[in-house]
């Protein structure tokens, strides 16, 4: 009985979670998209591209992308409903726009190097080859990968638990510059892209945090904090 009080508890204090059922419906219109999108589509490409050197050092910050996504989403969703939310709204619904312009204008690029002539071949160099397999180079504009770094980026700096964490606030400052130049610098990305994910981050940023928001913990909150 004590054990199913407290399962009953759990799935109470944590039901916000469900929202996280988002990333379902996500993975299968995206998946969808990679499949049908392949060659009949709309060209990204700007003269700026052509300065950018490609450095496949960058698949590190490319890669920690996932961790730092999946670490922001866990962390507010054990700690603050109310970042956990506004961090979740910032993300899924600029998603669900970049997935709809994907839809409705196909678009893609060829900017991608050949691993095959590059002339060097290193650790790096294996690991974006084995991402280049499996990932395609469409649906690029707006980048996902830019727009959910800044969304968690935000989410970490208005925060009243993190936000006068100096170390932190610059760290997550650094590694978000980092993942931005990974995906124009391992050729994953137009510099378009990254322009789109930020106009779009700048359109998002006042809908879910407009100032209308309490500045105070909300009562749920503060019961996390006594756990």
């Known amino acids: 009985m004590k ?14 979670g469900l929202i996280l059922v988002y990333f379902f419906f996500y993975m299968i219109w995206f998946t969808c998209l990679e499949r049908t999108v ?17 450095m496949e050092i960058f698949v590190i910050p490319y890669f920690l992308w996932f961790i730092f996504i999946f670490v922001t989403v866990a962390y507010f969703f054990l700690t603050s409903k109310q970042d956990f939310y506004r961090c979740c709204a910032f993300l899924f ?11 409705i204008w196909p678009n893609g690029h060829y900017l991608r190097v050949n691993l095959n002539t590059l002339g060097r071949s290193n650790i790096f160099t294996r690991i974006l080859g084995k991402l280049y397999s499996f990932d395609t180079a469409t649906n690029v504009f707006p980048s996902i990968h830019v727009y959910n770094s800044i ?14 964490i100096r170390w932190l606030q610059i760290s997550t400052f650094i590694l978000t510059i980092l993942i931005s130049m990974s995906t124009v610098c391992l050729k994953q990305h137009s510099i378009l892209d990254v322009f789109g994910a930020i106009i779009l981050s700048l359109i998002m940023y006042p809908i879910v945090y407009r100032p209308a928001y309490s500045r105070e913990p909300k009562k749920a909150d503060r019961e996390f904090s006594k756990i």
């Open 93 to 103: 619904i600029g998603m669900t726009i970049c997935l709809a312009i994907y839809t």
């Open 3 to 16: 054990f199913r009080n407290t399962i009953k508890q759990l799935l109470k204090q944590y039901r916000h």
């Open 151 to 164: 969304g968690a980026m935000i989410a970490i700096r208005k925060s009243t638990r993190l936000k006068d």
């Open 38 to 54: 392949t060659t009949d589509f709309t060209p990204v490409y700007s003269k700026l591209d052509k300065y950018i050197p490609f």
